[in-house]
């Protein structure tokens, strides 16, 4: 009696659940995936005691032999019994994985939600339901906790991610068993929990328990963490929004960010971190980011689509295609990179001759400090022409060389921290170039787009 | 020769801690709180070496005998030692902590604290340093966390806390025993050790080396949290001042909330409860508050010194003294409260048989509800006085009793609810009163401020 009020109350606080966090309602078409499992077949029959339409979906692994099999005909089985549609399928997840270079683990998340996603389109179901459960969050939380983490790590497992709705996080495992047993369901080993990974399964059974010999409301005092960090999450991302407007300021393709009402800001480190995540730098970039503010202009900081720039008083934030046409950031001193002009390769050698090939830069490797940027020239530019002493404007260069403008408007130049090291094709930098103190050389060349070397 | 450049390395992360905390300068006098522990005995060590002007203060609680003494004996050899001044007070902490009901360890520190303060007046100093440090740093945020808390829980052990300085915060347990080692500096078992609680150290102990087989890095991990939810903090509470900007109307004395506003305020709860928070208000009220947003007006909550009152479109925080003069919550059925006009006593009997005595008024228990307020009465007021059907405005009720201005003015009622329960010295609220039915009598005795019972 006490065990079916309890049971009840699982199926009124699921309902609850679903209409609080606006997962979906009486007219959506849900798939859920079931492995069979404890958790995935009392998602089942909540949703069909709710009266939900809803098929299940199940992915036959191939990992365990004969016991994938008896888990695909336990779950064939019960559909039948719930009388809803069935879809399986079979992966060849081991081999996935040996040829995607992935683990197992994520080889399995990849081949399952990518089929899911095509179940749903096929046979036009609304969302995607799985059965992580206030357990499941609990470690989620926790295991991100000791690994490092900021405020978004401990907002935990969210209700509703993309197409997938998880109804269950509001129940703890130990409440879904008690609802299986009252229910007298069936139920397989999870697969499920053998992918899962060791350390999950190590702060499910060693380290919580250990805890709750001191705290024995941790279940309950971390939910409430959760739920808190959620709030404090919004309250967070509110304040780092409002302070993008203060701070970025829009001109054209280039964001433009005030050094000395940055450097006013409190929580600085944090909030520029926000501010530069967006245009694809990291956390572990941060630190180069923070001394641009006090270099001299012309410093920069590269990311795969964007580069920082100090420019006085401002950052200025730029997308790469916008900085240099399709400029090229080299990071490592060997290797080929494509460009809008051909490719260049660099490698490392310790004996060279200078020729006369001009598609070919032969520079002290000692000198040359990475990334390195390829762009086409822009007015303004200058250098130190090889076998010069002064420095010479590139538009001067040009005239002296007797280029025509079609011929100027092609050139490139490959740029380390705002000083030419090359102008590709024509002539390096008398700063860079071999000396008899040169102990290793960086060998640069250039084929053109047409493939032939330019000369 | 390594170990000496950690030492060495120790001194300069010491000075940089303080000065990019701006903890104190060369200019400042400190007194160093020293037990004769590792930390402490460091902490002088490092404070001497960088050249600070300070003294050394010791607390000797007498809990140990022998031993206390022998750490008081230790600590003034230490003094002299590096020739700064000591200052040592012996505390009855015992007899303190069963006078105060305190427990030891919370006595020690009040009576530590306070006696600090006092050694800062009289001998001039302007701070007082602790040698708390990394470790005690984490264990104090794991252990919050496992407590349940908000994310200023895990900010952890502030630099800077009022008068108190903890320049150690950066260093961690082993690199102040390799620093003690170096130097041959000798210490005693730190007797605040045994004060500090079975929990800290069984998560120092236990669970920390746990999760450490999980995750090695888990210390500079969870450091690494720390100076991030200290900037998350720091971003979250200006969204809370610029929310509270947004939402509190100040009007004269009192505060309007307007409900429409707040219930479209993402992250709605935590942000109530930050709003009512500086009015007294509790974490666990926040549903009663919540429930007020929808209920009907002139329901309200109590805090000891507010009062928030649901008033159509609004909710109004006001201070009690001005709600009604110098009003008095009654927060449970039994015990005596002081008021401007005497004292009342709350008792609970089971026989009571109703007399003459307008100073005592016995009422059904069971239909009490808590908190009571009891207020001076005010215009509007009305109720069902004993004996008759209907209701009566309080003013048409001092008219049929013939009382005088100066009478009036003195009169006060005990309020459940916006429901007035006792006209106090006049006349009971017949809703309230005595039955057949009832089990449980709630006797409500008044002493004016002479002493002498009025009727």
Known sequence: MQENKASRNLNDRFTAFISRHHLFTQKHRLLVAVSGGVDSVVLCHLCKEAGFDFGIAHCNFTLRGEDSNRDEAFVREWSKQLNVPFHVVKFATQQYSEEQKLSTQVAARNLRYQWFEQVCVEHEYDFILTAHHADDNIETVLMNFFRGTGIN????????????????????????????????????????????????????????????KTYPEVQDNLLDNIGRFNDVAILYRQEIKRLSK???ITRGEQIHLPVLLLQKTPAMKTVLLELIKPYGFKATQLNEVIQLLGSESGRYTLAPSHRILKDRKHLIISP????????????????????????????????????????????????IQYPLLLRPWRAGDYFYPLGMKGKKKLAKFF???????????????????????WVVGYRIDDRFKMTDKTKSVLKIEWRSQSKKPMD
């Open 153 to 212: 790590g401990l907002t935990g497992i969210q209700p509703v991610h993309q197409q997938v709705r998880r109804p269950l996080l509001f129940a703890k495992r130990h409440e879904l068993e008690s609802y299986l047993k009252w229910h007298g369901l069936s139920f397989v080993q999870d697969e499920s929990n053998l992918h899962d990974d060791y350390t999950r399964n190590y702060f499910r059974n060693t380290v919580l328990p250990l805890v709750a």
């Open 246 to 248: 203060k701070l970025l």
């Open 320 to 367: 790469l295609e916008n900085v240099a046409d399709t400029a090229v950031v080299i990071e490592k001193g060997t290797g080929t990179w494509e460009f809008a002009k051909g490719a260049i390769t660099l490698t490392k050698t310790s004996v060279a001759t200078p020729g006369k090939e001009v598609h070919v830069a032969l520079l002290d490797e000692a000198l």
């Open 399 to 421: 005239v002296d060389q007797k280029l025509s403008l079609a011929d100027k408007e092609k050139v490139w130049v490959l740029e380390m921290n705002r000083k030419i090291v």
